[in-house]
């Protein structure tokens, strides 16, 4: 399988990874890509928060990344969001979306 386009930006020594979420999934984790961006699932549910948190957890570990280096940037109440990944090259992200998405192939 090809690696979806995903529209990352490099900004200084951080990337800016577009996320498409789905809140109330039965599984969590990457499971596609969506209009250029990552679809991240969680069970969590969109109130309060928590389904905002779950992402972040999950797009920690699906890019081997310390909780603290990733922050929500933009679509705190959307399901298209933008996260920062800090401290993390844009070929390290590229390198592992590959990663990710061969393991979508399987």
């Given amino acids: 399988m090809s690696v979806p386009a995903i529209s990352l930006v490099a900004d200084g020594g951080d990337v800016l990874l577009p996320v498409r979420a789905q809140p109330g999934a039965k599984r969590v984790g990457v499971v596609g890509e969506h209009g250029g961006r990552l679809k991240v699932a969680v069970t969590a549910v969109a109130e309060k928060g928590k389904a905002n948190e779950a992402l972040v957890e999950s797009v920690a570990e699906a890019f081997g990344l310390k909780r603290s280096q990733v922050t929500l940037v933009s679509g705190q109440t959307s399901n298209q969001k933008t996260f920062r990944l ?21």
């Fill in 86 to 106: 800090s401290r993390v090259s844009i070929e390290v992200v590229q390198s592992r979306l590959a990663e990710l998405f061969e393991g979508l192939a399987r």
